[in-house]
Nanobody
Framework: QVQLVESGGGLVQAGGSLRLSCAASGRAFSSLSMGWFRQAPGKEREFVAAISRSAGSTTYADSVKGRFTISRDNAKNTVYLQMNSLKPEDTAVYYC??????????????????????WGQGTQVTVSS
């Protein structure tokens, strides 16, 4: 089992920045491919960003490309999502997700929520106009 705990959400004005963190425990963090998803009220959960277990590969949704950066610190068992130039449409609950992958998929990232095995409880991000 893997436990994921997100933090760093809050209220920010449009154009501002936030950094989300997701701390993992229960399994070797370096064996996990990680992702961030978000869900706005009345909408389906959508992919935001993903990072491979090696941190050598990242993938972003088109809507956040150039504004958000995903990174990980395997020594701290933590994945981050740096969010800059925030827009009101970025308002959502942000979820961290983890997927255990074998060594031969060390550079793979995953954009489909159904591929992930573990989820955090979510953290609210609200961007005011």
């Amino acid at each position: 089992q893997v436990q994921l705990v997100e933090s760093g959400g809050g209220l920010v004005q449009a154009g501002g920045s936030l950094r989300l963190s997701c701390a993992a425990s229960g399994r070797a963090f370096s064996s996990l491919s990680m992702g961030w998803f978000r869900q706005a009220p009345g909408k389906e959960r959508e992919f935001v960003a993903a990072i491979s277990r090696s941190a050598g590969s990242t993938t972003y949704a088109d809507s956040v490309k150039g504004r958000f950066t995903i990174s990980r610190d395997n020594a701290k068992n933590t994945v981050y999502l740096q969010m800059n130039s925030l827009k009101p449409e970025d308002t959502a609950v942000y979820y961290c997700a983890a997927k255990g992958v074998q060594w031969n998929f060390v550079s793979s990232t995953y954009t489909n929520s159904r591929e992930y095995d573990y989820w955090g409880q979510g953290t609210q991000v609200t961007v005011s106009s």
